[in-house]
């Protein structure tokens, strides 16, 4: 299975596009060739997704992706990091999940295990529809931050390795922090979590996995060592509406 590397002629997008719609709706390659363009193509991202998605699923297609290509393993790390920003987790987490299965089988040297690990460590489901839904969730969260936090754990080389995971994951290239950790904002709304347990996790691995971000403005450090700080003397006036 090859996927392109250069931008499809407008011909050959509609030459795949009559495949799937005249000719054989369930082939393979089709939907792979036709839904990596779209997936980088505002505004048909969700329709290549969709086309990805349906690559894995034996309804869909035959026969369905070979989990033993390497394609296979960005191609789960795609829609799981794209259905994670659309705050979609139940998906988010499925493919997400292959990934990681799929980056043990090819090997875990290009920085994506780890990162592949932390999004799974840092994603819950953003609007639960039920308590345990909730409690699930924060499980899953709290197995892939203790596994990847455990001092006994040899897996892991830290720190993460952005040139790398910047270079073959579609998206991470602007930022591998932010492609990797996920957001946190929503814990707010997990009033039965250990959010401050989850926060510090959080924090651990961003601390691990860019050292660099670890720092210490230089004017709260010049403050610090003053032995004598000026008091302010003033009044602040607050008004509640």
Request: one cysteine or more; hydrophobic letters at 40%.
């Amino acid at each position: 299975m090859l996927m392109p590397t250069q931008p499809e002629a407008p011909e050959s997008m509609d030459a795949w596009r009559q495949i799937l719609d005249d000719l054989d709706p369930k082939n393979l390659e089709a939907h792979l060739m036709l839904g990596w363009k779209l997936m980088a193509t505002p505004p048909y991202q969700e329709e290549g997704i969709v086309l990805l998605e349906n690559s894995f699923n034996p309804k869909k297609v035959s026969p369905t992706i070979d989990s033993n290509v390497p394609q296979t393993y960005f191609i789960a790390a795609t829609i799981g990091r794209f259905r994670s920003q659309r705050y979609e987790f139940h998906k988010a987490r499925k493919f997400t999940k292959i990934a990681l299965d799929m980056n043990m089988i090819h090997g875990n040297d290009d920085g994506g295990y780890l990162c592949i690990h932390m999004q799974l460590a840092n994603m819950y489901d953003w609007f639960p529809n039920s308590t345990q839904a909730t409690d699930d969730a924060i499980t899953s969260m709290l197995s892939y931050s203790d596994k990847i936090l455990s001092q006994d754990n040899n897996d892991f080389s830290w720190p993460v390795k952005d040139a790398s995971v910047a270079e073959k994951f579609p998206g991470a290239a602007p930022d591998p922090c932010v492609h990797c950790m996920l957001t946190t904002f929503y814990l707010s709304f997990y009033y039965r979590a250990d959010v401050a347990l989850i926060a510090s996790n959080n924090y651990e691995m961003a601390r691990r996995g860019w050292p660099k971000l670890n720092t210490t403005a230089k004017f709260v450090k010049e403050y610090d060592e003053e032995e004598e700080h000026p008091c302010i003397n003033r009044k602040i006036r607050l008004a509640i509406i």
